[in-house]
């Protein structure tokens, strides 16, 4: 079936640096992507989308970039902080459907 | 705080049991889904409903599961003759029609069956 997929399971940065979160999608009818955190113990938290019409889009401190052309989502995050030691998520919608696919995570570490 | 509630957050069952759960959406938002979740996993869609009315199921849905939500405010999910497989995280999700259909995640019940 179609999946969505991370390369990297983790990531260790230090605190300071920016992390970059990749996945990967296989569903080239998926329109709509969100990046999620979770952190240990709680629900996943939005922190950021994008449509498949963007290339790119800017929060604070967070850039989600799309490449459909190899079916590529990153999650880029500025000076990284020890709050955003979490488990990231990408997840994919066909924005016909209701239903969002997800990747098996990336637990980011951030090191004082 | 408005988000999404989810009730309890934790339960423990011996193999056999019944298990309700309850899931508050944020107020204003009239779908809902359920989502179960496994350690080192991401979520997988289980159920949706668009007001009182489930639209869709996922196959992952076995007869032991049902859920509700009569009035198109709260849900409830039950499973029934619970198996040590369905140890797992529930994930209640809520979102409003429209052209985005950002969800948003309650805190999950954790259910171990022992």
């Known amino acids: 079936g179609e999946s969505v997929g991370l390369h990297l399971p983790t990531l260790s940065v230090q605190e300071g640096d920016n992390s970059i979160i990749n996945c990967a999608y296989s569903?080239?009818?998926?329109?709509?992507f969100i990046w999620y955190k979770q952190e240990s113990g709680k629900g996943p938290q939005f922190i950021i989308d994008i449509r498949s019409n963007m290339d790119k889009r800017q929060g604070q401190r967070v850039t989600v970039l799309l490449n459909k052309t190899v079916k590529h989502l990153s999650l880029q995050i500025a000076a990284t902080q020890p709050g955003d030691s979490a488990v990231y998520f990408c997840?994919?919608?066909?924005?016909?459907?209701?239903?969002?696919?997800f990747g098996t995570g990336t637990s980011l570490t951030v090191i004082p | 705080d408005t988000g999404v509630s989810q009730d309890p957050r934790h339960k423990i069952t011996k193999r056999g049991q019944n298990v309700t759960f309850r899931c508050d959406p944020i107020s204003e938002h009239n779908r809902l889904y359920w989502y179960r979740q496994t350690l080192g996993q991401g979520p997988e869609f289980l159920t949706y409903?668009?007001?009182?009315?489930?639209?869709?199921k996922s196959r992952l849905l076995s007869d032991r599961f049902s859920a509700e939500r009569p009035k198109g405010s709260f849900s409830t999910l039950e499973i029934q003759r619970t198996e040590q497989g369905d140890s797992a995280m529930y994930l209640c999700a809520s979102s409003s029609s429209g052209s985005t259909d950002t969800q948003y995640f309650g805190p999950g019940t954790r259910l171990t069956v022992l």
């Open positions: 997840a994919e919608n066909i924005f016909t459907g209701n239903q969002f696919y």
């Open positions: 569903n080239s009818a998926s329109d709509y």
């Open positions: 409903f668009q007001n009182e009315a489930q639209l869709e």
